[in-house]
């Protein structure tokens, strides 16, 4: 019987890696501009670190993660899974701001450089419902500025992430913007709210209902449209936020627009994890349908702290790889990793003279391919189309005896003679500039 894959679990097929590289690269290369190191966390830790930074009540928490003893032999000994305490499970991680603050504590970075800037990217794990741009094996590539209350660096990120955006080319992502306020204001705007949802308990949904006490900041971004409408003229956190908060607010907003960072105020934008405090933040692009987040983040000045470490602000973002390949897809842009050179090659002599330069050209840093069967030059070319090689180099028994190689642009069609001596020399330089 065939195995398949589990259900919004995907591979990445070459094809499709290769924008995948390309998004890597670009965010290597963004993030160092702006002086981040990389860190690698486990994708495995235990599942109090996620229940105690995202939230009891968070849908993340609640209903999503991948969490199960440690040891099932030794617990289904002496008690049911659903009886082991939290310590003693495991999760596979849904996000990785937890994991960095863990490391973060834990390695005590802020004993020798409280100002850690801090990169990573991998694989994440929510069980929800599987739909376009929502997996349950799904990639981030996030960043993380711990040490840093200052509204500059907030503005930094989100700089960074418009840099990253631009050097992909995309113009169409859009900044949404929200303060979520602090622990000092931040109870006196739940109270109100509360009051206001209280009274129209009996439009919401049954979910916002039952956390309506618990947490009812997540009415506000809760997709039912029983919901959306019943809360429309819902009061504005913005409104309530203190003296500090709307000061630091203010500057994000005037930096951003200094710098030309388009952005629009959403106040109805909470965030589905209870880190955060003060600045909040997606990306959102109408291209992807229902799914249209392609990074989001903010502020979670609070979160060292709570995971035992000293009272150290953060921010960060986490960028979703899967969504931004869609868009990458749409954009048509080149296929990415092509292929330089395709050789085709008539008569075994050609093949035995073909087959060390094809090595010396892949050790020049050249995609470089050829047939090892015996196939006519037409089914060669059609081949060499195939794979959208940008040149051909054709060589028979008629080219050897001549010293030279055809190189045809498949781009032009234009060909030229290649002397066969120093043939790599000339295909390596033609590709350097
Ligand atoms: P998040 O909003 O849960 O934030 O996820 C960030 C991004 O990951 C989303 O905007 C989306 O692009 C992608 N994403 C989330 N869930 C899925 C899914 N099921 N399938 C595909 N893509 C998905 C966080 O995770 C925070 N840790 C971000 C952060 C970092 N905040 C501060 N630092």
């Given at each position: 019987m065939k195995i398949t894959s589990i259900k919004g679990f995907a591979d990445v097929l070459p094809g499709e890696v290769e924008l995948w590289q390309t998004i890597e690269a670009t965010a290597r290369r963004v993030f160092s501009a702006y002086h981040f190191a990389e860190i690698r966390i486990p994708?495995?830790?235990?599942?109090e670190l996620f229940s105690r930074s995202i939230?009891?009540?968070?849908d993340i928490v609640e209903k999503e993660m991948y969490t199960f003893p440690e040891r099932y032999g030794d617990v289904s000994a002496t008690a049911k899974p659903d009886v082991v305490r939290d310590s003693a499970t495991v999760t596979?991680?849904?996000?990785?701001t937890a994991g960095v603050v863990r490391a973060y504590i834990e390695a005590e970075m802020f004993k020798t450089e409280p100002v850690r800037k801090l990169y990573y990217m991998g694989p994440m794990f929510r069980r929800e419902r599987p739909q376009k741009g929502r997996m349950r094996q799904f990639h981030q590539i996030g960043a993380e500025v711990l040490g840093r209350g200052d509204p500059v660096a907030d503005v930094e990120l989100l700089l960074l992430l418009h840099d990253f955006m631009r050097a992909l080319e995309?113009?169409?992502?859009s900044l949404q913007l929200n303060s979520l306020g602090c622990a000092e204001c931040r109870p006196s705007y739940r109270e109100k709210l509360l009051a206001f949802l209280q009274q129209r308990q009996e439009r919401l949904c049954h979910n916002c209902r039952r956390r309506i006490e618990r947490n009812p900041l997540r009415a506000l971004d809760c997709k039912e449209p029983g919901c959306i409408q019943a809360t429309q003229d819902a009061p504005s956190i913005l409104d309530s936020l203190c003296s500090q908060c709307r000061e630091h607010f203010a500057t994000v907003q005037r930096l951003l627009r200094a710098t030309g960072v388009g952005f629009t105020l959403n106040s109805r934008m909470v965030r589905g994890l209870d880190y955060y405090c003060r600045t909040a933040f997606e990306w959102t692009t109408a291209k992807l349908g229902s799914q249209s987040a392609v990074a989001a983040g903010g502020r979670y000045d609070g979160l060292v702290q709570a995971l035992g470490g000293p009272a150290i602000p953060g921010v960060g973002f986490a960028i979703g790889v899967e969504r931004i390949a869609m868009l990458l897809k749409m954009q048509e842009r080149p296929a990415f990793g092509e292929l330089a050179i395709y050789v085709v090659w008539v008569g075994e002599n050609a093949r035995d003279w073909a087959f060390p330069v094809v090595h010396q050209l892949r050790q020049k840093g050249l995609a470089v391919e050829m047939e090892g069967d015996v196939r006519s030059l037409k089914s060669q070319m059609r081949r060499a189309d195939k794979l959208q090689a940008s040149s051909v180099l054709i060589i028979g028994d008629e080219e050897l005896n001549k010293g030279v190689a055809i190189l045809r642009?498949?781009?032009?069609?234009q060909q030229e003679e290649v002397r066969l001596d120093n043939l790599v020399a000339v295909l390596a330089a033609q590709r350097r500039s």
């Open positions: 994708i495995l830790e235990k599942t939230g009891e009540t968070s596979l991680r849904p996000e990785g995309f113009t169409e992502p642009d498949m781009a032009s069609k």
